[in-house]
């Protein structure tokens, strides 16, 4: 029987003081909703875009010199892809990237320009994992997962660490309550051990929200067979594991669910009030509050999650209405 | 004779250290553009989404008590009256607003949220100067020019020693060149004081480019009687001033006018690039660089003004190709 790793908070403040040492923290925004100042963490400002550049480097940064020498295999629909990607880069790895022939163009592009090889799959029809454990296995490559690893949630906790010291050196005090979204919750549930004070609500888009059916159940509950469409790509994820799950509902957290004219309408606020380019996935935690699903408190702190948009389908979301 | 004060490098210093003690910097992102890494200011990202807080507070802390308690009065289509009524807030003082009846929305909402009376009037018919000064004698109160003025000039360099130390820290070197949006000039000419080292390129809309040919002709030359429309609401100054002229032709800054399409292909490309929502005026200097007029070089530092944008124009820039 194989001993599975679990994630620690010894870990997240490890992982934090690794990636530190590499990159400035991404900032923090106030702006007040309903009169209430909230706090908006901005991962959509990462060299690639999105918060998945710190499980990544905590992730491959732990391989040892051999490991590192037979590169690094992971599949995404491209946030992910570009984590792995960049820190692999930076580490002089190879990496090989198993993503959806219909994942949005920029993130392709940026997976590409990262030096990655990219392995195209069809979502409706193929199985990535296998793929991607077919070609690590190929390779004797390492697989890297998107969340279900002690490491990746680790590395995006350290996204909390950050916030909780942002918010006390701007007087905002330790954040009381986190908003973040959620596909297979591995920064959810990084959040939870790096912040032990705080209240977890995860967000998903409606359809997908299988995490808020699974910590209403107590236990872990796939997206039905025929979940509607979505723009966000980043939260498509039909199943979480128990290593998220298990963090998530030890610490009571709650689900909540938000539509796509809610998350557009998001992503138009976050353009106006805070001028951020904020994708989908990105924005369905400041939908919630938005909504008032969510009703603001102090100490609240939103993570805008990526922000990597095709712009075409950008630019219709910010002109619908 | 009145003895007009003249901006000092010293002076830009002391703004930098005001502004250190209540905003933390704005970040600077780094991309590549045809191979060579530009460094990008991200003004944008300021509380009231534009530089144009810093001179602001430059300006309003240099008032004795007697001047604080009469008020400030300003005209601008929109950053500069955000900025000043931001620095009026947070120092107690009242704060009067002449803006443009064409301003953008989002800019006349922002300067009311932060508690200053807006005076609207006929951009076509009537004179914003008169109407401030008008204003500023009938209430005793201090009008705060939006770039012909010392302490204004000082407040916007700050932004050149931020940016400066950020590439340092980087390891990018200090700057060699920077590019800046131009409208009255003061940021360009606060810059040219904060980076006595860099080359200095001022970028202005095609028809709006009098700090260009004006810098070309040795002689300060208004825009023409009828200059072509512009998306770039924050650049349309029909003069700029000696202060900031004089300051830009003793260091050789070089003019550069890009097109209204052009500007809008650089929106799209600092959303999907980098994830800031940037305003047309903010834009321009961007817009030289990828178009080619302005060719990268190491060292570049490229500053994005400000991302106050209407939503609807936005996404229509967005979208247009």
Known sequence: MTIVRQPTRAGVRDAAAKI???LPPTPIFVQEIRGVPVAFK?????????F??????????????????RGVV???????????AWAAKRLG?????????????????????????????????????????????????TLVPSFDDAWIIEGQGSAGIEAGAQMEAAGLGAPTMVVVPCGGGGLAAGIVLALPNAAITVVEPEGWDDMRRSLEASWILPVGDTPPPTACDALMTKQVSSLTFDILSRRDATG??????????????????????????????????????????????????????DIDG?????AAR
Do not use: C
Request: charged fraction near 20%.
């Open 93 to 141: 790895m190879a990496a090989t990237i198993v993503m959806p022939a219909d994942a949005p163009r920029a993130k392709v592009e940026g997976t590409l320009a990262l030096g990655a090889e990219v392995v195209s799959y069809d979502r409706a029809t193929e199985s990535r994992e296998q793929i991607a454990a077919r070609l690590a296995e190929a390779r004797g490559a």
């Open 74 to 84: 992971a599949f995404s629909s491209g946030n992910h892809a570009q984590g792995v």
């Open 256 to 309: 909540i669910a938000v539509g796509e004219q809610e998350i557009a309408a998001a992503q138009r606020w976050a353009a106006e009030k805070l001028r951020l380019v904020v994708e989908p996935g990105g924005a369905v935690g400041l939908a919630a509050v938005l909504t008032g699903k969510i009703t603001p408190v102090a100490g609240m702190l939103v993570v805008l999650s990526g922000g990597n948009v």
């Open 314 to 318: 950008y630019a219709r979301a910010l």
């Open 52 to 69: 998945k550049i710190r499980g990544a480097w905590h992730r491959l940064t732990a391989l040892d010199v051999e490991a590192r020498a």
């Open 42 to 50: 901005a991962e959509s400002l990462q060299p690639v875009g999105a």
């Open 20 to 22: 530190a040492a590499i």
